[in-house]
């Protein structure tokens, strides 16, 4: 969640419930409901670590409220995570959440970014390939070989739609 709250503040400034209802009106039903208390404690750990700011800003009536704004760290920080390929067993969630966040922040361009994953992807493929050749008769390393490269080259035809839908 740390980095979503990061490319969300790169827009502005914004307080926890916003940033909340945010998350939910970007992604919609296709991303799970998060937690108020989550994302409070999420953004107590980027303010301590500097990447944001807070402010408390009075309300006529009511108690304060945090504002959060990126701080330079904040947007660098932001910006290695753009210029990063995603990697993992959940690497659509966290690219795709790249993909929808970077035109915000005007930190990446989303052809750049599905150009890097294909990258990463095809660079992967060739690794698994090389790993494949050096065991040949080991069917168990095989067959693990097999499934993630076939794994890997649904990501690319998904990169394929991703870069009609976005570009």
């Known amino acids: ?6 490319a969300l503040l790169a827009t502005g400034p914004a307080h926890g419930y916003q940033l909340r209802r945010a998350l939910e009106s970007t992604f919609g039903p296709a991303y799970s409901r998060t937690n108020d208390g989550q994302v409070y404690v999420t953004l107590g ?4 670590s500097g990447l944001i700011e807070g402010q408390d ?4 009536g009511r108690p304060a409220k945090r504002v959060f704004a990126l701080t330079e760290d904040g947007r660098r920080a932001l910006a290695d995570w753009f210029a990063r390929p995603s990697d993992g067993g959940k690497v659509r969630e966290e690219f795709f959440l790249k993909l929808v966040l970077a035109p915000r922040t005007r930190l990446a361009d989303p052809r750049t970014l599905i150009d890097l994953q294909r990258s990463h992807c095809l ?3 060739r690794g ?3 790993t ?3 065991a040949p008769d080991h069917g168990v390393s095989r067959l693990l070989i097999e499934g993630e ?3 890997l080259q649904a990501e690319l035809d998904w990169l394929e739609r991703c870069q009609q839908e976005f570009t």
């Open 123 to 125: 660079a992967t493929i």
């Open 45 to 48: 750990r980027l303010e301590k």
């Open 57 to 60: 800003v009075a309300q006529d």
């Open 132 to 134: 494949a050749d050096q």
């Open 1 to 6: 969640m740390r980095l979503p709250l990061l």
């Open 128 to 130: 698994l390939h090389a």
């Open 149 to 151: 490269v076939l794994h």
